[in-house]
């Protein structure tokens, strides 16, 4: 999607190893958001940003945390890799709360703990 | 944020119109009606909002019940690449959670 680039976009891993999924966006929005899409249970929201180093937990935010040194970048880090954590993970952007001009999803990042 | 109801799946023939319904009957007088939609493994793609007024845009038609109680989006001729996962949620404004619920799985038909 245009403005919004994650990487990387298919990340196979063992359990118990960090890792470490980057989410860019050159629009300057001010809100960034972390969700994981699982068979079932559609989009859930794990961690969002309302600024640089401001940040706070989702609805799923056990087993991660998440950095945010420069408007551009949202890093979601997973401590230590459960195969609870394999899923498809969107990174998303906003220029307000959530209404008037909606989200930008990212193309996704299709992690696989092993 | 009001929980939204919505058909797990629908079908509709290539360039007829596609009416998606979505109720929210609990809704409250400061949430927004959003629709999204998600194109195989993509990423969720924007289509349109309302409060209370229809809206249309280059995409879809977004019709809101007077009660506010239900919508209705309407792509006015569908075709083969809006087979997709529609989204319908329902958000206050200031609110940082969508909550997307698992959708309508459009398929148009050639």
């Known amino acids: 999607d245009a403005g919004i680039t994650q990487s990387p976009r298919h990340k196979v891993t063992e359990t118990g190893t960090p890792v470490t999924l980057r989410c860019h966006q050159t629009?300057?929005?001010?809100?960034m958001y972390w969700y994981r899409q699982d068979p079932g249970h559609g989009l859930r929201l794990i961690h969002y940003?309302?600024?640089?180093?401001?940040?706070d937990k989702g609805e799923v935010s056990d087993g991660y945390s998440v950095s945010r040194s420069k408007t551009e970048d949202f890093l979601l880090t997973l401590e230590s890799a459960t195969s609870s954590q394999t899923s498809v993970y969107f990174c998303?952007?906003?220029?307000?709360?959530?209404?008037?001009?909606?989200?930008?999803f990212g193309s996704g990042t299709r992690l696989t703990v092993v | 944020d009001a929980k939204t109801t919505q058909p797990p799946s629908m079908d509709c023939a290539e360039g007829r119109a596609a009416n998606l319904p979505c109720n929210h009957s609990?809704?409250?007088?400061?949430?927004?009606v959003y629709w999204y939609r998600q194109i195989h493994s993509q990423g969720p793609q924007y289509i349109i909002h309302?409060?209370?007024n229809n809206e249309t845009n280059e995409m879809a038609s977004l019709i809101i019940t007077e009660d506010r109680k239900s919508s209705t989006l309407i792509l006015p001729h569908a075709t083969l690449r809006d087979t997709a996962v529609y989204y319908c949620?329902?958000?206050?404004?200031?609110?940082?959670?969508?909550?997307f619920g698992t959708g309508t799985r459009l398929k148009v038909l050639a």
């Open positions: 998303a952007i906003s220029e307000d709360r959530g209404t008037g001009y909606g989200y930008t």
């Open positions: 629009e300057n929005h001010r809100y």
């Open positions: 940003s309302y600024g640089v180093k401001d940040t």
């Open positions: 609990t809704i409250s007088g400061n949430e927004y």
């Open positions: 309302g409060l209370k």
């Open positions: 949620i329902a958000i206050s404004s200031g609110t940082y959670k969508y909550i």
